[in-house]
């Protein structure tokens, strides 16, 4: 099993609708996560930081849920400008490095 | 403005030669990272560093090498042992030093290397 695992899409949404994906991980030792968006053939960007207590920043959301060992981002109002492949990152507790999903592809459409 | 720099963007090299990829971040972070992707899919850890002439090995070490002398840069070496070079290269910073942003990476805009 993956330690963290996206459904890759496609997603495909209209303009204005509100989107989520979810990604699950598999070590209950997990400590931190993230949301990164990566644009097609460039870096990754930090998105945002995933807390205990969901955290909203403009139209995203993100929520954990430790119990059932996932994290969630949610895109209300979708703009053309959010396609992209959006990577959900977690670090296991005491270590240093971070372990990234596959990422989930979006595509917002006209 | 501060940032992390990765040169060249494009590289092409041929089979059996060493190729050195630069990192250079000013944003006074402690820890960088090595990571290779390949087309479609996710990012995997080469090497890591937390601390100036300290590093460790990540997922995929082997046929690569680092080193870590000043704080600013760490530079990676694609040997000829790597079997298959061709991939993007990104490298990451994180300030690593305490703090709700200590784990926080932020990447440099990467290079393609081609080995034919």
């Known amino acids: 099993r993956k330690e963290v695992e996206q459904d890759p899409g496609p997603f495909n949404v209209p303009e204005g609708a509100t989107v989520a994906f979810n990604c699950t991980y598999s070590?209950?030792?997990?400590?931190?996560f993230f949301w990164y968006r990566q644009d097609c053939r460039k870096e990754p960007k930090l998105l945002m930081s995933v807390y205990s207590s969901g955290n909203e920043d403009g139209r995203f959301t993100a929520q954990l849920n430790r119990a059932s060992q996932y994290i969630s981002l949610l895109i209300r109002d979708s703009k053309l400008s959010d396609s992209a492949t959006y990577l959900c990152?977690?670090?296991?507790?005491?270590?240093?490095?971070?372990?990234f999903g596959q990422g989930t592809r979006l595509t917002i459409n006209p | 403005d501060g940032g992390i720099t990765q040169s060249p963007k494009y590289l092409f090299r041929k089979e059996g030669q060493n190729v050195t990829l630069s990192c250079e971040q000013n944003l006074n972070h402690d820890a960088m990272y090595w990571y290779r992707q390949d087309p479609g899919q996710g990012l995997r850890l080469i090497y890591y560093?937390?601390?100036?002439?300290?590093?460790q090995k990540g997922d995929i070490a082997e046929g690569y090498s680092v080193s870590r002398e000043k704080k600013e840069s760490f530079p990676l070496t694609v040997t000829s042992a790597q079997k298959n070079p061709t991939a993007f290269y990104l490298c990451?910073?994180?300030?690593?030093?305490?703090?709700?942003?200590?784990?926080?990476?932020?990447f440099g805009p990467g290079t393609r290397l081609t080995v034919t």
């Open positions: 990451a910073s994180a300030s690593g030093s305490g703090g709700a942003a200590e784990y926080e990476q932020y």
């Open positions: 070590n209950s030792a997990s400590q931190s």
């Open positions: 560093s937390q601390i100036v002439n300290d590093f």
């Open positions: 990152v977690v670090r296991i507790q005491g270590a240093q490095k971070l372990v």
